[in-house]
């Protein structure tokens, strides 16, 4: 795996454990602690806000008829400390940018599609960032398909349309000759791999990771991403072909956030406000356990070594590391946050050690990565 990939992926993991780790203390429960935190009023009084139909535990219909899942409670405690009321619109994904182009919705959210692109920015406006996006790739559990370097010409990529996952199959198509499938959600993805109809699943991470970590004989199986030719393609090739999907550290990192029609800065305000509001006070804490995210939690042992079992990638990067020790180096990593806590730039030599502006050592190798280095000669 190239350096700078790996070193880079090592950063985006500390950032989201520090993130996690570092809330304010504060009794979630406390009414003075979810008063009404608007500074600005809108025109309406409840927003209609569009959510993927069949994406569990984010966004789904439950057997009542109702939306349901992390996004839904996320975006009412939002709209809640601003005073708003929400209607849920389900849809594809592919519907959530045109009905905001097209007023049919006010605001939108997808914690595990709706990434930021470059693209994207261009149609309509961002909120602050909810969590970030990370892709894999899966094929049906004991699948000669194990590792990305084993899709060939003719084999069926399975994806979900007008996500991040859709343009990084396309460069598989090109660069291979596969073919691409695509489904306008999740679980039809997922299934068409499981019945043997598509050969490859590439989707959100946090995905694969919810579906395993729940039923561990799930019939898919994380696909090793650790190649060059992986990381090759996801990321140059995309530079050198002029597109972007992200914009982020790599092909397959970025951050997902909730979106407005372009121009609406009133309710992206409030969004905004709410989002940082409900941050504050830990009632996104409270949304992220009462769904049992455990895929936001990197910092839990016990999912630390899930992560170790089932993914090639983690096993490979962690694999004699404890989490004493991951813990640790996460601490390390807090300098990395802003005061917004997003993250900032980072140099590190060839050794592994972590550099200032001028080249003079700040840390001697904090991560192990001289280490990782002499193990992996193609570095």
Same mark, same amino acid.
């Given at each position: 795996?190239?350096?700078?990939?790996?070193?880079?992926?090592?950063?985006?993991?500390?950032?989201?454990?520090?993130?996690?780790?570092?809330?304010?203390?504060? !009794?979630?429960? #406390?009414?003075?602690?979810?008063?009404?935190?608007?500074?600005?009023?809108?025109?309406?009084?409840?927003?209609?806000?569009?959510?993927?139909?069949? !994406?569990?535990?984010?966004?789904?219909?439950?057997?009542?008829?109702?939306?349901?899942?992390?996004?839904?409670?996320?975006?009412?405690? &939002?709209?809640?400390?601003?005073?708003?009321?929400?209607?849920?619109?389900?849809?594809?994904?592919?519907?959530?940018?045109?009905?905001?182009? =097209?007023?049919?919705?006010?605001?939108?959210?997808?914690?595990?599609?709706?990434?930021?692109?470059?693209?994207?920015?261009?149609?309509?406006?961002?909120?602050?960032?909810?969590?970030?996006?990370?892709?894999?790739?899966?094929?049906?559990?004991?699948? #000669?398909?194990?590792?990305?370097?084993? &899709?060939?010409?003719?084999?069926?990529?399975?994806?979900? =349309?007008?996500?991040?996952?859709?343009?990084?199959?396309?460069?598989?198509?090109?660069?291979?000759?596969?073919?691409?499938?695509?489904?306008?959600?999740?679980?039809?993805?997922?299934?068409?791999?499981?019945?043997?109809?598509?050969?490859?699943?590439?989707?959100?991470?946090? $995905?694969?990771?919810?579906?395993?970590?729940?039923?561990? !004989?799930?019939? $898919?199986?994380?696909?090793?991403?650790?190649?060059?030719?992986?990381?090759?393609?996801?990321?140059?090739?995309?530079?050198?072909?002029?597109?972007?999907?992200?914009?982020?550290?790599?092909?397959?990192?970025?951050?997902?956030?909730?979106?407005?029609?372009?121009?609406?800065?009133?309710?992206?305000?409030?969004?905004?406000?709410?989002?940082?509001?409900?941050?504050?006070?830990?009632?996104?804490?409270?949304?992220?356990?009462?769904?049992?995210?455990?895929?936001?939690?990197?910092? #839990?042992?016990?999912?630390?070594?899930?992560?170790?079992?089932?993914?090639?990638? =983690?096993?490979?990067?962690?694999?004699?590391?404890?989490?004493?020790?991951?813990?640790?180096?996460?601490?390390?990593?807090?300098?990395?946050?802003?005061?917004?806590?997003?993250?900032?730039?980072?140099?590190?030599?060839?050794?592994?050690?972590?550099?200032?502006?001028?080249?003079?050592?700040?840390?001697?190798?904090?991560?192990?990565?001289?280490?990782?280095?002499?193990?992996? =000669?193609?570095?």
């Amino acid at each position: 795996m190239k350096k700078n990939s790996l070193i880079s992926i090592l950063i985006s993991l500390m950032v989201v454990v520090s993130a996690c780790s570092s809330t304010p203390e504060s !009794n979630a429960g #406390n009414d003075n602690n979810s008063q009404k935190g608007n500074s600005v009023s809108y025109k309406k009084d409840t927003i209609v806000v569009g959510v993927e139909n069949a !994406n569990a535990p984010f966004s789904y219909i439950d057997e009542n008829g109702s939306v349901t899942g992390f996004d839904a409670d996320l975006i009412k405690a &939002i709209a809640e400390d601003q005073g708003l009321k929400v209607d849920f619109k389900p849809m594809n994904f592919g519907s959530i940018v045109p009905s905001l182009q =097209t007023e049919q919705i006010d605001a939108a959210i997808s914690s595990t599609s709706l990434a930021i692109t470059s693209e994207r920015s261009e149609q309509v406006d961002f909120s602050e960032e909810i969590m970030m996006y990370d892709g894999s790739l899966a094929s049906k559990k004991g699948s #000669n398909i194990k590792d990305v370097t084993d &899709i060939k010409k003719g084999d069926v990529l399975a994806v979900k =349309t007008g996500s991040v996952a859709e343009t990084i199959a396309e460069l598989f198509a090109e660069d291979l000759g596969a073919i691409v499938r695509r489904f306008d959600t999740t679980d039809k993805v997922l299934q068409d791999v499981i019945n043997g109809q598509s050969d490859v699943a590439l989707e959100s991470t946090f $995905i694969f990771y919810e579906v395993l970590w729940k039923d561990r !004989n799930y019939g $898919i199986q994380i696909l090793d991403q650790t190649s060059d030719y992986f990381w090759d393609l996801t990321n140059e090739a995309f530079q050198d072909g002029g597109k972007e999907v992200n914009g982020a550290i790599s092909g397959v990192n970025s951050q997902t956030a909730m979106a407005v029609k372009k121009g609406n800065t009133e309710l992206l305000d409030m969004l905004n406000e709410g989002l940082k509001n409900i941050k504050e006070n830990q009632v996104m804490d409270d949304v992220e356990e009462k769904w049992n995210l455990i895929p936001m939690n990197f910092a #839990n042992e016990e999912f630390f070594e899930f992560r170790k079992e089932i993914d090639p990638f =983690t096993k490979e990067f962690y694999g004699d590391m404890t989490f004493e020790e991951f813990l640790k180096a996460s601490q390390e990593m807090t300098f990395m946050l802003d005061e917004n806590g997003g993250s900032t730039q980072s140099e590190f030599d060839e050794n592994g050690n972590q550099i200032d502006e001028n080249g003079d050592i700040i840390d001697e190798n904090p991560f192990g990565l001289k280490d990782y280095k002499e193990k992996h =000669t193609d570095w």
